[in-house]
């Protein structure tokens, strides 16, 4: 660790600059909500600090502070861009380099079965570990599907907004449509076939949340229900249908029948089943 060195009066005073892992939010991070209130953090030891914020060319926040955070209500997905410097020998120190970090207005993260093809079944949700951890004012969330890259980002801590973390059975396939009628050489045509069945619903994922230290979960909502199933296909159309009828000279004369009736729509696919959800706490 540096230190800064001033003497006053005869006698030593130490300084302490800001390290960078001790700032907060980090480089490069992301914090979702719909209006995040980003907390800035940094350690403090009486000294004062001026805080920069910027937003592409506009000026957020320019202003000493005198303490060790500063919080301010920003807009969502948005780049923003700050630098913190200490007071330090009777001025400010030097212009230290920017940090970045990105706001977003996404709550829900969703990791849900496909849905099922036609009069097939939805898939299953995904397998995800979701780990919740503390990090000064914010709430670090990493979410790990089996299967898929992983996301993580930051929440503010308070006010609590939690984020919705999905994984739910895809629909079931809408069922196959039914055969259209014959054609039939007489006064009406057939009936359409039946439509299908729809197919049933996915079933719901297994999503394991993972506190570090402490109880986090408040700051995620779950959901792992099954699929709906399958709407049922259309009935087919029912038939054209003709025939010849003899007239009174005795010449045969085309007449068109009535075409038949339109077959009944399939029966609905059965919703998919619940899936599980585990809490832990990792002390």
Not at 43 to 71: I, N
Not at 176 to 187: F, I, P
Not at 196 to 208: H, M, N, S
């Amino acid at each position: 660790m540096k230190f800064f060195a001033v003497f006053l009066a005869g006698f030593l005073l130490l300084a302490f600059p800001v390290e960078a892992e001790t700032m907060l939010p980090p480089e490069g991070a992301l914090i979702v909500g719909p209006s995040p209130v980003v907390t800035f953090q940094w350690d403090y030891h009486g000294s004062m600090h001026y805080l920069e914020v910027y937003s592409g060319s506009a000026t957020v926040f320019s202003k000493p502070v005198g303490s060790g955070s500063c919080s301010l209500t920003l807009k969502p997905d948005l780049e923003y861009r700050w630098k913190l410097r200490e007071y330090v020998n009777g001025g400010y120190q030097s212009p230290a380099d920017f940090r970045k970090f990105t706001t977003s207005s996404r709550t829900e993260f969703s990791h849900n079965g496909a849905a099922g093809a036609t009069g097939a079944q939805g898939g299953t949700g995904a397998e995800v570990k979701v780990m919740l951890q503390e990090q000064g004012g914010f709430i670090e969330v990493t979410i790990e599907p089996a299967l898929g890259p992983k996301e993580a980002f930051l929440i503010q801590k308070s006010p609590v907004s939690p984020v919705t973390i999905s994984s739910e059975g895809g629909p079931g396939g809408t069922g196959a449509a039914g055969a259209e009628g014959m054609y039939v050489s007489s006064v009406s045509g057939s009936s359409g076939g039946p439509g299908g069945k729809g197919g049933p619903g996915g079933d719901g994922g297994k999503v394991t949340v993972l506190s570090k230290g402490t109880d986090l979960s408040k700051y995620v909502k779950v959901s792992v229900k099954g699929g709906p199933g399958g709407s049922g296909g259309a009935g087919g159309s029912g038939g054209s249908a003709g025939y010849y009828e003899t007239a009174s000279d005795g010449t045969q004369v085309w007449r068109p029948g009535t075409k038949g009736a339109d077959g009944p729509r399939g029966a609905e696919g059965e919703a998919g089943k619940e899936g599980k959800v585990v809490y832990e706490v990792a002390k």
